[in-house]
């Protein structure tokens, strides 16, 4: 429950997210007229939705390699979304299957555990959501709730450990910091087996991009679970339950489940059904950020297809373009290997010394084999949405 | 005890927006979060019980995805799962406004 103070302090941030927004109509990358809004240490964002604030990147913020702390997405489920005070924050960790209780302040969960990094694509569930067809309700996403992050930290592991695991110990339960306004609503809580928290590179991430986190992106640390979609990164992290039992919250059971045995992605078998099954990695895919759809270029003038390729952390093995109408493909030249969780730039110069409109089509491959379809698997959530993708430029 | 701890979260909300109105300009604070929805009977209401929990963008922004089968289901879902405070006589009039002018969903 929380107290008045909390109240007050919630709903005062809450107040200086209406006050600072400074919405204005213009163009999206998709070219229709997209609403911008600025998050107090945010630049204008593609404003999907004020309250819970859900804001996606443009797509030129998504051209760099990392993307930038003021332009990263933000996603919330909750209206109430404290600023917490990082000298008074505390993280609580117990749960029945844990053998002692933590409560560890921030300043003890950076001095007790060993620094750790890593690079890693932060992709929400639902981006491209809105470009699904037939249309599903929810967040209409374009392509810009993702971004690519330095995450440091701590391994999970290590404070687990620190907890002491039984060997009973089934999922690992995670809460933060933003609550519902009203009693009934369900609060954000997740889960993840065991095996995924106890994995070298899960992380309880303070520094994004070797800066503390912003606030929208979770301050003061939030969970990283690199190839995972973002509905498993807690933000403003306060609580972690080890325990015997799945978890069976709303945010775990009724959301953010795809249809059992669609996709090849890892299991959450502890919360499978025969119908359905909580998304868990992400899917190879990539993104087109150069030229802009519906670009014009002069005969003869330089032209390059820029973009990035991802997947749930088998890596990218390679890019291809076709600008053939999909009947012929060339290798793009891929740029620095971030390592497996991070996304990797493809770059590949294409003719320009005839007149007319070229279609540019890219698909990544995974080295776990897969490329990205030309079909849809079409699921409720409208979720997974890696259609191969084309941009289309005028040559005069 | 929950009515009266949502109208008091309510009005708390609503005084605190008053005071907050004195150092910010108006114009901005308004244009961010009012998202004008059609003219209509029921608006009135749609808007009231909504922005409860949510602002409004995401009915405008859904309709392509809506029709008067999957605005029943979203308002049932917004009772029954999110303990949103609307009783049946209003959920009936919530549908009727968003299905006459939010059903954007082709076939």
């Known amino acids: 429950m929380l107290t008045r103070r909390e109240v007050l302090c919630a709903a005062a941030g809450w107040l200086a997210t209406r006050a600072s927004a400074e919405p204005n109509l213009s163009t999206g990358s998709a070219g229709g007229e997209e609403l911008l809004g600025a998050l107090p240490g945010k630049k204008p964002l593609i404003q999907r939705a004020f309250r819970p604030p859900n804001f996606e990147t443009p797509l030129a913020g998504l051209a760099p390699l990392y993307t930038d702390n003021s332009v990263f997405f933000v996603r919330y489920h909750l209206p109430t979304i404290p600023f917490v005070d990082a000298a008074r924050w505390q993280l609580q960790v117990g749960g029945a299957s844990a053998q002692r209780k933590l409560a560890l302040s ?21 981006n491209r959501r809105g470009l699904f067809t037939p249309r599903v309700p929810g967040v209409q996403w374009a392509n810009g709730a993702m971004g690519n992050a330095l995450w440091t930290g701590v391994r999970l592991r290590d404070v687990l450990h620190k907890a002491g695991v039984a060997a009973d110990a089934l999922e690992v339960v995670f809460n933060g910091a933003d609550v519902p306004l009203l009693p009934e609503t369900p609060d954000f809580v997740k889960s993840l087996p065991i095996d995924r928290a106890l994995d070298d590179g899960t992380l309880i991430a303070f520094e994004m991009n070797g800066q503390p986190l912003p606030h929208w992106n979770g301050a003061p640390a939030r969970l990283v679970v690199p190839g995972w979609t973002g509905t498993y990164w807690m933000k403003h992290l306060t609580e972690i339950r080890v325990q015997p039992t799945a978890f069976d919250g709303y945010w775990m059971k009724s959301a953010y489940r795809i249809p059992t ?41 330089p032209l390059h297809v820029r973009g990035k390729a991802w997947d749930g952390g088998a890596g990218i093995t390679a890019v291809e373009v076709s600008v053939d109408g ?12 971030l390592g497996r969780f991070g996304w990797r730039e493809f770059e590949l110069p294409l003719d320009t010394s005839h007149s007319g409109p070229i279609e540019i089509s890219v698909r990544a491959r995974s080295r776990n084999g897969a490329t990205q379809p030309e079909k849809l698997t079409p699921n409720p959530g409208g979720y997974h949405d890696n259609l191969v993708q084309t941009a289309r430029v005028e040559v005069s | 005890m929950r009515c009266l701890l949502r109208r008091a979260l309510i009005s708390l909300s609503a005084t605190l927006l008053a005071g907050a109105a004195s150092h910010v300009p108006s114009t901005q604070a308004a244009a961010a979060e009012v998202t004008e929805l059609r003219e209509g009977t029921g608006k009135d209401l749609t808007i009231g019980r909504c ?14 995805a809506m029709n008067r089968a999957a605005w029943q289901k979203t308002i049932q879902k917004m009772k029954d799962r999110f303990g949103a405070p609307i009783t049946d006589e209003e959920a009936k009039q919530i549908l009727d406004y968003l299905d006459a002018n939010y059903s954007g969903k082709s076939g």
């Not at chain 1, 620094?115 to 932060?122: I, M, W």
């Not at chain 1, 299991?267 to 909580?278: C, G, I, M, V, Y």
């Open chain 1, 106 to 126: 921030l300043h003890e969960l950076k001095s007790a555990f060993e620094k750790v990094s890593v690079t890693a694509v932060n992709q929400c569930s639902g």
């Open chain 1, 261 to 301: 045995g669609a996709f090849a992605t890892a299991r959450f078998a502890s919360q499978e059904t025969p119908e359905n099954t909580p998304i868990t990695e992400m899917v190879v895919n990539s993104l087109i950020t150069s030229p802009a759809p519906s670009a014009r270029v002069r005969r003869g003038e």
């Open chain 2, 51 to 64: 922005i409860i929990c949510h602002s409004v963008e995401y009915i405008p922004s859904n309709a392509p």
């Open chain 1, 326 to 337: 999909r009947q012929t493909w060339r290798e793009a030249k891929l740029g620095r290997d």
